[in-house]
């Protein structure tokens, strides 16, 4: 498999680390600390994660990268969601391939995660469109943004 199979992203680029093992490509996750599956969401995942350490500021002590939450009685998956101090979501983050347009449906989708998660901050992206918004739950509605502030913990916003 050839690396240029990947189609370039709208983020910065990264130094990316890359391995085969039995005719697969690997990239290194820095956050869970090990080797995934190249697949293309994986690509947004990772340029996605640096994106959010190296260009935004957030802790990637504090990230979680593909945990479950429970929803509804349901498990679901998160690709990226970033806690605050006391260990709650802070920032929900949803990733697709590139090839999977951002639509309403994507869009709700996240929505429904944080019912659960109760976020201040959104993002969905499929690496060729990124859409923020930040929460205000006073007026149930979602305040969208041109781009994710840098990290500050809550009360310091």
């Given amino acids: 498999m050839q690396f240029c199979t990947m189609v370039e992203l709208e983020f910065p680029k990264y130094p990316l680390r890359f391995k085969s093992r039995e005719n697969k490509r690997l990239v290194f996750d820095f956050v869970r600390k090990k ?4 697949q293309p969401e994986e690509w947004v995942r990772q340029h996605c994660l640096h994106y959010l350490v190296k260009d935004k500021g957030y802790p990637a002590g504090r990230m979680l990268v ?3 939450l429970l929803v509804s009685g349901l498990r679901k998956r998160v690709d ?3 806690c605050n101090p006391q260990g709650e979501i802070d920032l929900l983050v949803e990733c697709k391939a590139p090839s999977v347009a951002i639509t309403q449906e994507v869009f709700d989708q996240i929505a429904r995660y944080n019912m659960r998660a109760k976020a201040r901050y959104l993002m969905v992206t499929n690496g060729l469109l990124h859409i923020f918004c930040r929460m205000d739950y006073d007026s149930q509605q979602y305040v969208y943004l041109r781009e994710l502030p840098p ?3 809550p009360g310091n916003t």
Wanted: charged share 25%; hydrophobic share 45%.
């Fill in 35 to 38: 080797y995934v599956l190249l």
């Fill in 66 to 68: 593909e945990r479950e």
């Fill in 80 to 82: 990226i969601a970033v």
């Fill in 151 to 153: 990290y500050s913990p």
